[in-house]
């Protein structure tokens, strides 16, 4: 059962191929109709459901809804194609078995993404959180140090938000925070991974980018969030700006957690020559970074 609760689909199925419909509304069964199990054929009654589609009526179905802790999250199926007599009763009750700690797993295992879910999810954005891009930098500069692939690291930092949180209020700052998320997510797609990391602060990770691709990408950035126009409650937030600053692997040989530093000291500098503008930077010196436009 989806969360939506308007649709049900097949999850796993095993013996022969299944024979009916893979995907279906609830109220294409009669087991979820009714709130407990049915059989297509009984003594007293042939009423197959219409998920069951157009099997014969010689063939029995077994509809059984998986149940726990008082939901419903989907249906147990059977399918007894060479059946010409009823079902046994110990059949009905492994059946009923199976069904009962089939739903119990499902449940857990839905609760367990849940909650993994907001484990990793920043609250207001939606966006990963910082707990999530520690994990997946590990895994995406690991991947990138053994191909010696590249992977580009992003800081990004909103310009002057404290100054536009005391102008315009929390709300409005809030506001800003999820068209923030929100634009990032449409630039980035799918050449990486966007976090929010904390306050105003977003990070990105991007495997195959080398450091044209991700200067481009980063005034791309830029030249949106400048051209971004937001208002909250009829009033106008003004322009809005971004620093970037960026650090790419292997043109950097240094660990995942030293380009992170080398990214954000590259972001002081963009914020230090003016904001609104991005540094890249793939270079240690031997007292600071070398670092360029």
């Given at each position: 059962?989806?969360?939506?609760?308007?649709?049900?689909?097949?999850?796993?199925?095993?013996?022969?191929?299944?024979?009916?419909?893979?995907?279906?509304?609830?109220?294409?069964?009669?087991?979820?109709?009714?709130?407990?199990?049915?059989?297509?054929?009984?003594?007293?009654?042939?009423?197959?459901?219409?998920?069951?589609?157009?099997?014969?009526?010689?063939?029995?179905?077994?509809?059984?809804?998986?149940?726990?802790?008082?939901?419903?999250?989907?249906?147990?199926?059977?399918?007894?194609?060479?059946?010409?007599?009823?079902?046994?009763?110990?059949?009905?009750?492994?059946?009923?078995?199976?069904?009962?700690?089939?739903?119990?797993?499902?449940a857990n295992l839905r609760l367990q993404e849940k909650l993994r879910s907001q484990a990793m999810r920043d609250p207001l954005t939606g966006l990963y959180n910082r707990r999530y891009f520690e994990e997946r930098l590990d895994r995406e500069w690991f991947i990138a140090s053994q191909k010696q692939s590249y992977l580009s690291m992003f800081m990004l930092d909103l310009d002057h938000f404290k100054r536009f949180n005391d102008n315009f209020g929390h709300d409005a700052g809030d506001y800003v925070l999820k068209e923030m998320g929100s634009l990032l997510n449409t630039v980035i797609k799918e050449r990486g991974t966007v976090c929010?990391?904390?306050?105003?602060?977003?990070?990105?990770?991007?495997?195959?980018?080398?450091?044209?691709?991700?200067?481009?990408?980063?005034?791309?950035?830029i030249e949106l969030v400048r051209e971004l126009h937001l208002d909250i409650r009829g009033i106008s937030l003004g322009q809005l700006g971004i620093s970037v600053g960026i650090a790419t692997f292997p043109d950097a040989e240094v660990s995942g957690q030293e380009l992170v530093k080398l990214a954000d000291n590259a972001l002081y500098e963009a914020k230090d020559r003016g904001r609104g503008q991005a540094v890249h930077t793939n270079k240690i010196a031997k007292k600071g970074i070398d670092s360029s436009v």
């Open positions: 059962m989806r969360e939506s609760r308007n649709l049900l689909e097949v999850e796993i199925d095993w013996g022969e191929v299944w024979p009916a419909a893979t995907a279906f509304p609830p109220n294409d069964c009669w087991a979820l109709r009714k709130g407990k199990f049915h059989l297509s054929r009984e003594r007293n009654h042939n009423l197959s459901c219409t998920h069951m589609g157009e099997l014969s009526t010689e063939h029995t179905t077994m509809c059984i809804p998986l149940i726990a802790h008082g939901n419903t999250v989907g249906v147990f199926h059977l399918y007894f194609a060479d059946c010409e007599t009823d079902i046994s009763i110990e059949t009905r009750d492994l059946a009923f078995t199976l069904a009962e700690h089939l739903g119990l797993a499902l929010r990391i904390g306050g105003e602060e977003f990070a990105v990770i991007c495997p195959n980018l080398d450091e044209q691709q991700s200067i481009c990408l980063a005034e791309d950035i």
